[in-house]
């Protein structure tokens, strides 16, 4: 079975620091990459998708992908306390049909 | 407004009743998913659907069961067959094109079975 590895926290940081959330996988094939945002009693929403080594930015976040080291991050800067949530790493599984999920990093902002 | 819908919101049913799980998405997306959350959990796959007319099973498949006789729609039956059938349940829909599979949710049905 393919996995997918997430820390699960808490990461807890201060108001306006940075958030580094990482995420290995083990299938190297993997070609496609989410982070989902899913706050307390609530359903996952995708916040970034990645598909290409390097970086990908939109707005405060910071997709990171390194398929050598089979490797995924999530950077958010100025962190908020409306940022604290669990974040799920997601991977496309070897036949490209379905997403297989991380247990998700926690989050804690404290102002 | 495009989207998926699921309801209800909260289900509650008494040991060895089957029950259906209403997902219903507007974003005319080919692929749609049944996910299971159990608490401090990561989302497991019950069954997806690539077109209509077809599933396939997921990591989880025992003791459930789907139909997919629209493109909108995806109904899940979680049936007496199925141990621990307490959960979040979440549907979700996708282009399903290639290999890239972004996912959305909908809100999710919380069932709870005494």
């Known amino acids: 079975q393919k996995e997918v590895e997430q820390n699960s926290g808490p990461l807890s940081v201060p108001e306006g620091a940075i958030a580094s959330l990482n995420c290995t996988y083990s299938?190297?094939?993997?070609?496609?990459f989410f982070w989902y945002r899913q706050y307390s009693g609530k359903s996952p929403e995708l916040i970034m998708s990645?598909?290409?080594?390097g970086d990908k930015e939109d707005g405060r976040f910071t997709a990171q992908l390194n398929k050598a080291s089979q490797y995924v991050s999530l950077l958010i800067r100025d962190s908020q306390p409306s940022d604290s949530a669990t974040y799920l790493c997601a991977v496309n599984n070897q036949a490209g049909t379905a997403l297989i999920f991380g247990k998700g990093t926690t989050l804690s902002v404290s102002s | 407004d495009g989207g998926i819908t699921q309801s209800p919101k909260y289900l509650f049913r008494k040991e060895g009743q089957n029950v259906t799980l209403s997902c219903e998405q507007n974003?005319?997306?080919?692929?749609m998913y049944w996910y299971r959350q159990d608490p401090g959990q990561g989302l497991r796959l019950i069954y997806y659907?690539?077109?209509?007319?077809?599933?396939q099973k997921g990591d989880i498949a025992e003791g459930y069961s789907v139909s997919r006789e629209k493109k909108e729609s995806f109904p899940l039956t979680v049936t007496s067959a199925q141990k621990n059938p307490t959960a979040f349940y979440l549907c979700?829909?996708?282009?399903?094109?290639?290999?890239?599979?972004?996912?959305?949710f909908g809100p999710g049905t919380r069932l709870t079975v005494t």
């Open positions: 990645i598909y290409s080594n």
């Open positions: 979700a829909s996708g282009l399903g094109q290639g290999s890239i599979y972004e996912q959305y």
């Open positions: 659907s690539q077109i209509v007319n077809d599933f």
């Open positions: 974003l005319n997306h080919d692929a």
């Open positions: 299938d190297r094939v993997s070609q496609s």
